[in-house]
């Protein structure tokens, strides 16, 4: 297959007039002759960055660093060029603005670059020329790094700074790592408030035996033709001023909003099928659309099964997280969705499942999430207050919002039985969801967590829900008659679910959602039925019934009571919290340990003698 070789130039220096809202789908047309204007922290690194390499071409150790890579005698012979690459180009053009840029260097690796940084920044005077005074700070304290936006946490060198300087952080090696899906050492640094990656123009050659690419120096247009998206493959040249398009289509597709590979879609998702979800998130997170080609490409059934193969679990699980919690998580379920992708990313890859998702209305569960946070102009009044309720109470700030897509990406497990125990006696056997999100997606223990307790508290949650349903229904759903919805039974069940309640309740909601469809009689009653749960919980102030202490302790209960502390305790405390939900006026405890003396005999309390 011939590659594109067409080199566009387009030079820099006023504003870009494209549209300011990355997710807008009505961005001007592009101007052939557009500019770019750099931020003043900008404009002072370009500077800096052009100084040291002019340094670095006139100095006689320039190569006296080891490199694994191997450099030609005629590109070792030429002047260093440096190029403001990838995201940053790209979102330069968009008017966003980025405050992360990689920096691509012809013919040094960011290793030796950032070593002739060090060096000419510790001429004196130069420091000042750009801004970065000195500081008594000591430097060398490891911080977490990243490379390519992917928040790894990953070794580094310490390259013997002494001193932490204003506006320049200390500069850290980030050695290779193939296993993750890092195939080459990069140097990261934080200069004037910009966070830096220091990298080679690469070239990457893949074999069918390893996903590890051998790495060598490459030139611009190879290093532009390796990336996973045209629109991610421009190059801002900092020794021109100029924006450069080695693609051939990178300009084309910035204008007519398209995600496509810049080489052959097939083979560029079997070298690194972790391409696919990187170009599901940059369609979703630019609101543009991907190529036809390269989404037909993207499902196929031999790139699912390399995903799975050769990809790590905390690369897919770190691609799921940026796209749940990006611009549009609905978009990013729609194309998981329709490519067929659901079972190859929400899976346990030790097989140890012995079921299959059930994805049978899964849109209905994840369009129902999208109309709760973003409700639609074309809903009644009726469904537009059910939303709003229930967003309110259960989806408060931007951590709810991500649980509550992982939630919904998580439905189509929710109603499958929990996996087998592992030993009689042992710990209760594990959701298939839960394992799912362990496993498939590397989530941490906080997350895991919520994701268990929602599927175990399922239904509990379906009962109390249809309870107060038929309570209100009937009649004073307060009333001592309706005993399993009364303000104390509602309060106990919420202090079991404990602090991750909402979610519990949400993924009830959502998996009630997915079982009736949307468009019905009773897909208007689910949500009714639970933003009125949720009301009551509210009337009777119960939201935060979790948190409530109790009002006496167990020592003094022991005391009260005359009794010697023993495994009766729980259960009495437990009454005596029930009784305080049920008399939320009373304030003596008293009366708290006259209901626990009622209960006695069953709590297993002896009187001493």
């Known amino acids: 297959m011939s590659k594109r070789r067409r080199l566009n130039r387009y030079s820099a220096g006023t504003t870009s007039t494209l549209a300011r809202d990355m997710s807008s789908p009505r961005a001007p047309i592009y101007d052939r002759h557009i500019q770019l204007e750099l931020t003043p922290a900008e404009s002072t690194l370009r500077r800096l960055l052009i100084d040291v390499a002019d340094f670095a071409d006139n100095s006689p150790t320039q190569h006296s660093t080891d490199s694994r890579l191997p450099l030609s005698e005629a590109l070792a012979k030429s002047k260093l060029e440096l190029r403001f690459t990838g995201g940053w180009v790209r979102d330069k053009l968009l008017g966003a603005g980025s405050q992360d840029i990689d920096v691509a260097i012809n013919k040094m690796t960011g290793y030796q670059f950032g070593l002739k940084m060090k060096e000419y920044l510790e001429i004196p005077g130069n420091k000042q020329k750009y801004g970065l005074e000195e500081n008594d700070r000591l430097n060398g304290v490891p911080t977490e790094g990243h490379s390519s936006g992917e928040h790894e946490v990953t070794s580094k060198a310490d390259f013997g700074h002494k001193a932490m300087h204003k506006g320049l952080g200390g500069l850290h090696k980030i050695e290779a790592n193939p296993e993750k899906s890092k195939h080459l050492e990069t140097v990261t640094t934080k200069i004037l408030g910009l966070d830096i990656d220091l990298v080679n123009l690469r070239k990457e050659t893949y074999s069918d035996h390893s996903r590890h690419p051998q790495m060598e120096f490459g030139t611009p247009e190879e290093d532009a033709l390796r990336r996973d998206a045209s629109v991610n493959a421009l190059f801002y040249n900092l020794h021109t001023s100029s924006i450069e398009d080695f693609t051939g289509c990178g300009f084309d597709d910035m204008e007519q909003k398209t995600i496509r590979t810049p080489l052959e879609p097939y083979q560029t998702f079997k070298d690194d099928p972790l391409r696919v979800l990187r170009l599901i998130r940059f369609a979703t997170r630019l609101g543009f659309r991907i190529d036809y080609e390269t989404e037909r490409s993207m499902a196929d059934e031999s790139i699912k099964e390399a995903l799975r193969a050769k990809i790590s679990r905390e690369r897919v699980g770190t691609e799921m997280e940026k796209m749940l919690k990006g611009n549009d998580p609905l978009g990013a379920l729609v194309l998981i969705d329709r ?27 994840y369009k129902f999430l999208s109309s709760v946070l973003y409700p639609a102009d074309q809903c009644s009044n009726s469904a537009i207050h059910s939303c709003s309720k229930i967003k309110s109470i259960l989806i408060r700030s931007t951590e709810e919002t991500y649980l509550a897509w992982l939630l919904a990406a998580l439905t189509p497990w929710g109603s499958l039985q929990t996996l087998p125990a592992m030993k009689p006696g042992g710990k209760k056997p594990l959701p298939v969801a839960a394992v799912v999100a362990r496993q498939g997606l590397k989530v941490n223990n906080k997350v895991f967590e919520v994701i268990t307790g929602a599927c175990r508290n399922t239904e509990e949650v379906f009962k109390v829900v249809t309870e107060l349903k038929n309570s209100l229904e009937n009649g004073n759903p307060s009333s001592k008659s309706n005993g399993s919805v009364d303000r ?17 309740v949400l993924f009830a909601l959502l998996l009630d959602i997915k079982r009736v469809g949307i468009g019905t009689q009773e897909s208007d009653n689910v949500p009714r039925s639970y933003a009125a749960f949720l009301h009551h919980l509210e009337k009777l102030d119960i939201l935060e019934a979790y948190s409530l202490r109790p009002l006496i302790d167990g020592n003094r209960l022991c005391k009260e009571l005359q009794v010697e502390p023993g495994p009766w305790m729980k259960g009495a405390l437990e009454v005596v919290m029930e009784w305080q939900l049920g008399h939320p006026d009373q304030t003596d405890p008293r009366a708290a340990v006259v209901e626990v003396e009622k209960r006695g005999t069953d709590l297993g309390i002896k009187k001493s003698v």
């Open 488 to 504: 104390s039974a509602l309060g106990m069940a919420i202090r079991r679910w404990g602090t991750n309640w909402r979610c519990h």
């Open 339 to 365: 490519l067929g992708l659901y079972s190859t990313i929400f899976t346990d890859p030790g097989n140890n499942l012995t079921s299959t998702p059930d994805l049978g209305c899964w849109q209905q569960a």
